[in-house]
């Protein structure tokens, strides 16, 4: 042990190198991130794994999720996210 926190869906796991992309375009729509969502390109799973952290810290600190599914929806269409605040993402 190197004193490493490491965090994963075990239905869904692996190691990846610094460099590498991704291109498995799986997981909770909820939690996924825009690259991910919007299935195109290989992805930074660094980055990504950054944003479903970020999810679950706005779930644990407000008791909420931060999208409602017709935004996530909405973005497959736009690639434009908007939260319950008025929150907006583009990607």
Known sequence: MNGTLKVAD???????GDN???????????????????????????????WSCGIVLYIMF??????????????LKTKRVEGKDDVIMSH
């Open 20 to 50: 590498e992309l991704c291109s498995t375009y799986c997981g909770s729509t909820v939690y996924a991130a825009p690259e991910i969502l919007a299935a195109k390109d290989a992805y930074d799973p660094f980055l990504a794994d950054t």
């Open 10 to 16: 075990f239905g869904f796991a692996r190691s990846v």
């Open 62 to 75: 407000t008791a909420k999720m931060p999208f409602s599914r017709e935004n996530l929806n909405l973005f």
